[in-house]
């Protein structure tokens, strides 16, 4: 059995964006594109002290002694390849998304490389643009200034069989050197993120601190069982407590796209708790409401506050998703994009939307080929040609509608379980209550 050395190591991963798409148009074509592309990576790799480990299907890896070289090698590549389209039809355009992390990995003698660090590797790729790169924060401190490239900081992220969150930065292919602040804008190529801020106490008795408190605390805990949605952590969050803020401002510092805020005023045994929802980008108001209630049992009442307000933010979160994808232009949506614009014609219930909301689904799957809920809709989309009509023969639809939702069930049970296998640890190295 071939030993393994654990060593520091730059690694590059890279895919094709839509790549199942181009090889339903023409396989021939795009299994020539893939060749003379990746003979571009192996060129730019070699050329900045890398080493090609892997090209399988649409995809490349590589390792570099250097964070530097890795990086340099991507942005020579990208660069290449952009000038490379030109020379193609638009449908026929092949982008590679590509991430970079600097981290430990298992080496054997065959040259074959695992671990950790190749794992952020694949995971930053799947967040990038196509045509993109997104590096590591371990990366980015090795580079920041060293380079004649921007980067944009894209805040932690939760990553797939990943325990601890990852710092993302966008490189800003083309941009200069000018490092830039995180903007809520750059969320347009993810899923939506959401940060509930600390509710404010108007009671006047400093003693009710801890009821508006944990409200708020809940409704992060609540808000986080949204698998589509990306809840900022409360240690995040409550730095801005006791202050007046600009919700702009904090969606820029948390690269959120919506944020929660909230009060709570008491009086006797009535309390009367405010709750509003804001575009971050914008700073205008998708929701708001208030609800009023006596405190016969104060968890009870704010168990039922904190569902209540779930229940009404999660339908307006998205339709304004919804909205968001039908205003952008169809060659920029990215996975989340085409899948809420899935949903926005699965629900006008004709053949022809129908058609067009699989289209939508499946390209989502192309950007992001463990989307279970895209799965999910692919497989109603199936499912509803059986039950309209919409085909004269009802079992392969139900076959393709059987798989896919197979599909999208294997994925949420996997990440199911890594989200509990992720809390266990938490809790194990929590301090024990008095």
């Known amino acids: ?96 998304r590509v991430g970079v992390n600097l981290g430990d990995i298992y080496e054997k003698d065959d040259g074959a490389i695992y671990g950790d660090g190749v ?42 069989n990943i325990a601890k969150p990852v710092r993302v930065y966008r490189a800003e292919l083309g941009a200069g050197h000018t490092r830039v602040q995180p903007s809520a804008a750059m969320t347009e190529h993810e899923r939506p993120s959401i940060a509930v801020l600390a509710f404010e106490n108007l009671s006047g008795d400093v003693e009710q601190e801890y009821f508006a408190d944990g409200v708020a605390e809940d409704l992060i805990t609540e808000l986080s069982r949204l698998r589509w949605l990306r809840v900022t952590a409360r240690n995040s969050t409550f730095t801005y407590k006791g202050q007046a803020v600009d919700v702009k401002q904090v969606g820029r510092d948390l690269g959120v796209r919506y944020v929660v805020e909230g009060s709570v005023r008491r009086a006797g045994d009535r309390v009367r708790i405010s709750a509003q929802l804001i575009d971050a980008t914008s700073g205008n108001h998708v929701w708001a409401e208030r609800y009023d209630r006596d405190l016969e049992d104060i968890f009870a009442v704010q168990d039922e506050i904190t569902d ?19 205003r952008k232009r169809p060659e920029n949506l990215d996975a989340w994009g085409n899948y809420q614009l899935g949903l926005s014609n699965m629900y006008r219930f004709t053949k022809e939307s129908n058609a067009e909301a699989r289209r939508l689904f499946e390209r989502a799957i192309d950007f992001d080929r463990s989307f279970a809920a895209a799965f999910a809709g692919l497989a109603y989309t199936h499912l509803m040609d059986t039950a309209f009509g919409y085909v004269d023969t009802r079992d392969p639809s139900l076959e393709q509608a059987l798989s896919a939702a197979e599909t999208a069930i294997a994925f949420l049970v996997a990440s199911s379980l890594i989200s509990a296998k992720a809390t266990r640890r938490s809790r194990r190295f929590a301090r024990p209550s008095n």
């Open 308 to 326: 209540t307000i779930v229940a009404a933010i999660e339908p307006e979160l998205g339709e304004v998703e919804r909205e968001r994808a039908r």
């Open 1 to 96: 059995m071939a030993e393994a050395k654990r060593r520091l190591a730059a690694i590059l991963a890279a895919d094709v964006a839509g790549y199942s798409r181009l090889m339903g148009d023409d396989e021939r074509a795009t299994m020539d594109t893939l060749d003379e592309l990746r003979g571009v990576f192996k060129e730019q790799v070699e050329a900045n002290q890398g080493r090609v480990v892997d090209m399988a299907g649409d995809s490349v890896l590589a390792v570099f002694e250097t964070a530097i070289g890795a990086v340099e090698a991507a942005v020579a590549t990208q660069g290449e390849l952009a000038e490379r389209n030109e020379g193609l039809p638009e449908a026929r355009h092949m982008r590679f």
């Open 119 to 160: 794992n952020v590797a694949a995971r930053l790729e799947s967040l990038a643009e196509p045509g993109g790169l997104t590096i590591s924060g371990t990366t980015f401190d090795h580079v920041d200034g060293k380079l004649d490239i921007g980067f944009e900081y894209l805040g932690e992220r939760e990553v797939k």
